[in-house]
């Protein structure tokens, strides 16, 4: 008897330990479904949990970002950006049969601070120099195409993992540039030319060099998303 009610407080405190999630079971192919759950996930990513180790990513806080093209080179330092936490989960698609995990999400207002140093050509005007960076940003949407393993964790249950992911941008609402110390401040004409250049063709100058920063952003939301799919068991977020 008394036996019986250690087992019985054991068990139950067992399953008490387990953090809990408030991820909305799906069943298997119901896109609308997987949209709100990858909404819940995604939102727990970007709050983290620091008693888990989880960072929290809203601000985002990057040592270096590195863009090299064939007409430009830039860094970018000490780069924070904030605003992951007001994007939505636009689509979700989980294939269990392709092992492929693909989303689009919508951010409304992202701003980037930070140093910046930068030589070569915008596209089609000459931008050199380093000094400090805020770009802010309206309407960002991203795509996300990710190949998943399932595999059995620690507890006995099966788990998705994002192995590795392709990450594209489209700016859509615009983009507000101010690089500072432009030529060294040695040209004001052509610093003004690069920013006016900057700010007037935002949707171009984004597509072109956006590739590295959406990829380190997008990194450090797919870690804290594996961080959170490790202790979510696959079965408590898809059904038959
Ligand atoms: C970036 O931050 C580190 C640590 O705070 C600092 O040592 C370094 O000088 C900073 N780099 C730039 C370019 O501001
Ligand atoms: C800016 O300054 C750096 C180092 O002081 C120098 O190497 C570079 O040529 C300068 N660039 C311009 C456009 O004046």
């Known amino acids: 008897m008394y036996r019986e009610a250690f087992f019985i407080t054991c068990v139950f405190a067992g399953v008490l330990s387990v953090p809990r999630f408030n991820i909305t079971p799906c069943k298997t ?35 270096q970002i590195n863009g090299q093209f064939a007409i430009i080179e ?13 994007c939505h989960v ?20 992202v701003v980037m601070i930070g140093r910046y140093d930068i030589s070569g050509t915008l596209i089609a005007v000459p931008i050199e120099g380093s000094g400090d960076l805020i770009l802010k940003c309206k309407n960002y949407h ?3 195409e990710s190949d998943v393993t399932v595999n059995e964790g ?55 060099f956006q590739g590295p920063v959406i990829t380190a952003n997008v990194k450090r939301i797919t870690k804290n998303l594996n961080k959170y ?12």
């Open 229 to 240: 799919l490790k202790l979510i068991p696959l079965e408590s977020m898809l059904f038959d």
């Open 29 to 63: 192919g119901d896109k609308v479904c997987y949209t709100k759950s990858s909404q819940q996930l995604y939102d727990m990513s970007i709050a983290g949990d620091p008693s888990m180790n989880i960072e929290s990513l809203d601000p985002v806080y990057h040592k």
């Open 142 to 144: 991203i795509f996300v």
């Open 154 to 208: 620690k507890d006995g249950h099966k788990h998705i993992q994002i192995k590795k992911f392709k990450a594209t941008g489209d700016l859509r609402g615009g983009m507000k540039a101010q690089l500072t110390n432009l030529f060294n401040g040695s040209s004001k004409e052509l610093a003004d030319a690069a920013m006016s250049f900057a700010n007037t063709y935002w949707k171009p100058v984004a597509k072109e």
């Open 74 to 86: 830039y860094r970018m330092l000490n780069t924070s950006v904030e605003g992951f936490r007001n």
């Open 90 to 109: 636009v689509e979700s698609e989980l294939s269990l049969k392709k092992n492929t995990l693909v989303f689009e999400m919508s951010c409304p207002y």
